[in-house]
């Protein structure tokens, strides 16, 4: 899977989208070479999921290198991070 800093798929959004959407090929979106993000084209999405938000957390373990995580966990992470963000 292509991996891409978030600053290259900035300067160069739209060929990034187009190239997921079409080329049903997702990609990560890296800061500082650690992954970030996946971004998937809408059609294999709804595909992956049917959706769903409780069938996003089922993808993680879709992907080589991406850990299975809980839809109750990911609630946790979730409210942590925005916890810390709020302090800032």
Not at 9 to 15: F, H, P, T
Not at 55 to 71: A, F, K, M
Request: charged residues 30%; hydrophobic residues 40%.
């Amino acid at each position: 899977m292509e991996r891409i800093s978030i600053v290259d798929a900035k300067r160069d959004l739209s060929r990034v989208v187009n190239k997921v959407a079409f080329g049903h090929e997702p990609i990560i979106l890296t800061s500082r070479g650690r992954p970030k993000a996946v971004l998937v084209g809408h059609e294999d999405f709804i595909r992956l999921t049917g959706g769903s938000p409780e069938n996003i957390i089922r993808l993680g373990g879709r992907w080589e290198g991406t850990p299975e995580v809980s839809y109750q966990d990911l609630r946790s992470i979730r409210a942590r991070v925005w916890s810390k963000l709020a302090k800032r």
